[in-house]
């Protein structure tokens, strides 16, 4: 039986992160937009169990988490109202893939990158969402609508601040200890390429 929507308040960590308004060549949506320009702090947060040892920059804000089941959307506590150019209404903002409360990779076939990162979201899969929701806003469907491209600079994990290649490199060599057979596609030659796929929030 599902338990009922929370709408629980996490600890949340301000990070480094850099805004992109484009994603190779698809633009985010900045018409109607109440934030269409440059980077805002407030929205470069993740939600943490442990904050870093390094002292890091205090959070504006609160992430919202608003059930269970949403593993890497956190609704941020900041009102707002606005159309896009289609004149869609919404009425909340809401992060994805800033989930660092249990940071951990899964070997995945499906992935081009052949990892799915757990609670974050890499550039593939955000393409991927940025042109699905230009189509369904143009035809007047419910959908989401991204606003903001960040790339986070810090990853915290495990009380420590991390840059991204850290971070990442982390993990995978976990993941290969743990879950990849010997003779897995997925090998320690492939890091690099790995590397260079961006976590997204």
């Known amino acids: 039986m599902k338990k009922a929507e929370c709408y629980l308040p996490l600890d949340t960590l301000k990070v480094a992160g850099v805004t992109h308004d484009q994603l190779q060549g698809q633009f985010t949506s900045t018409q109607g937009?109440?934030?269409?320009?440059?980077?805002?702090?407030?929205?470069?947060c993740v939600a943490v169990n442990h904050r870093p040892r390094i002292k890091a920059a205090d959070s504006s804000g609160h992430l919202i988490q608003i059930s269970e089941i949403h593993g890497r959307a956190y609704e941020l506590d900041y009102p707002v109202i606005w159309t896009d150019e289609y004149g869609n209404l919404f009425t909340r903002l809401n992060t994805k893939g800033n989930n660092l409360t249990f940071p951990r990779v899964f070997l995945s076939e499906s992935n081009p990158s052949g990892f799915m990162w757990y609670g974050l979201q890499?550039?593939?899969?955000?393409?991927?969402?940025?042109?699905?929701?230009?189509?369904?806003?143009?035809?007047?469907?419910?959908?989401?609508v991204i606003i903001k491209v960040i790339q986070p600079t810090d990853l915290p994990f495990k009380k420590e601040l991390l840059d991204q290649e850290s971070f990442k490199s982390r993990l995978i060599n976990q993941v290969w200890k743990e879950d990849a057979p010997e003779d897995s596609k997925y090998r320690k030659a492939t890091l690099n390429k790995v590397l260079e796929v961006k976590s997204l929030i």
């Open 33 to 44: 937009n109440p934030f269409p320009y440059g980077h805002i702090d407030l929205f470069s």
């Open 122 to 144: 890499d550039s593939n899969c955000l393409l991927r969402v940025l042109r699905a929701s230009e189509i369904l806003r143009r035809n007047h469907i419910d959908t989401e």
